[in-house]
């Protein structure tokens, strides 16, 4: 068991309070970033919301305890309300999976790719595109977005926000991403 002397350990105190003091702060951060920005709102999701709130009550309990001199107690508070968050949080991977990672572009590819004929799928503009041969079995062409109109008969996996004039028909959106055939 941790024992923390209050007169031995100043540096160690201060550092609490920062950190209580920090923690205090992540739900109405959290709420005035999802709130304000627009792309942000995929993780307006009820088990963030949860795990935030739950991380900032238990940050106000450990520095209620703190001020009370029970620095170990402030430390276990901290510790649950963190391990109770991240158990809220873990809620909240299913819903978020298309915004963080490339599970969900590559099947939508995949599929696409079959519908037409096995054509080659090719990314463009996406950061690490080669990480993708986890889910294709090979890393797709990586290609500029300016040079898709010079292509035909591939499917493209590229960001949403470049997507307007890249012509692309049978378009399916997946988190920040859109797939579509370029005939």
Same mark, same amino acid.
């Not at 105190?13 to 702060?25: D, E, G």
């Not at 963030?48 to 107690?73: F, N, Q």
């Not at 649950?80 to 819903?95: E, K």
């Given at each position: ?22 923690? $205090?702060?992540?739900?109405? +951060? ?7 920005? !627009? ?7 009820? +088990? ?8 900032? $009550? ?8 703190? *001020? !009370?001199?029970?620095?170990? !107690? +402030? ?31 590559? !099947?939508?590819? *995949?599929? *696409? ?22 889910? $294709? ?20 996996? *590229? ?8 012509? $692309? ?15």
């Amino acid at each position: 068991m941790m024992m923390i002397e209050t007169g031995e350990s100043r540096g160690l105190r201060i550092a609490l309070y920062i950190s209580t003091v920090l923690l $205090l702060f992540a739900a109405p +951060a959290f709420d005035i970033a999802v709130l304000t920005q !627009r792309s942000l709102q995929p993780f307006n999701i009820p +088990a963030l919301w949860m795990a935030v709130t739950v991380i900032s $009550l238990g940050a106000l309990a450990a520095l209620l305890l703190l *001020m !009370r001199k029970a620095p170990e !107690r +402030a430390v276990r508070t901290l510790a649950a309300s963190i391990i109770l968050s991240a158990f809220f949080a873990g809620w909240a991977v299913p819903r978020l999976n298309p915004y963080i990672g490339y599970c969900d572009m590559c !099947r939508s590819a *995949m599929s *696409m790719s079959k519908a037409h004929g096995k054509a080659q799928i090719v990314a463009a503009g996406i950061k690490h595109a080669a990480n993708t041969d986890a889910f $294709l079995g090979y890393s797709p062409a990586e290609v500029a977005a300016d040079s898709i109109a010079r292509l035909h008969g591939v499917v493209v996996m *590229m960001p949403a926000k470049d997507a307007a004039g890249a012509m $692309l028909s049978d378009k399916q959106d997946v988190g920040p991403m859109v797939i579509g055939y370029r005939e």
